[in-house]
């Protein structure tokens, strides 16, 4: 299983697909597994935390290689593909930084002060 989440390009390193498998935190059809050596065939479904979304997975073909993405996007259909993440408004604290002349002005409003 790990070989296979590495060959389809979820993880980029082996390792990485072998230590989430070894967690517990990936389900083929609705079952846990904690063996990254467990056999899957085509038509599981795999389910597996990525970032902070949650992958629903259904097996298409195995792989021979850790081919191009287009070759490893040809081994599984996405069942829930990951929603586009909302784009967060910039900082109110870079709006109200002060320019270089009124920084100048309040050093010199403070060196009066003291």
Not at 7 to 35: E, Y
Not at 45 to 52: H, Q, Y
């Amino acid at each position: 299983m790990d070989k296979w989440l590495w060959h389809a390009r979820f993880f980029k390193t082996r390792s990485l697909a072998t230590r989430v498998v070894q967690t517990g935190k990936v389900r083929v059809n609705a079952t846990s597994v904690s063996k990254p050596s467990r056999t899957i065939v085509p038509g599981d479904v795999l389910t597996f935390p990525k970032e902070d979304d949650v992958r629903v997975i259904k097996i298409v073909a195995l792989g021979e290689r850790r081919g191009p993405a287009t070759e490893a996007q040809a081994l599984y259909e996405d069942l829930d593909p990951p929603q586009p993440k909302p784009r967060t408004a910039p900082s109110p604290k870079s709006e109200n930084r002060p320019s270089s002349r009124d920084r100048k002005a309040q050093a010199a409003f403070k060196r009066g002060l003291i």
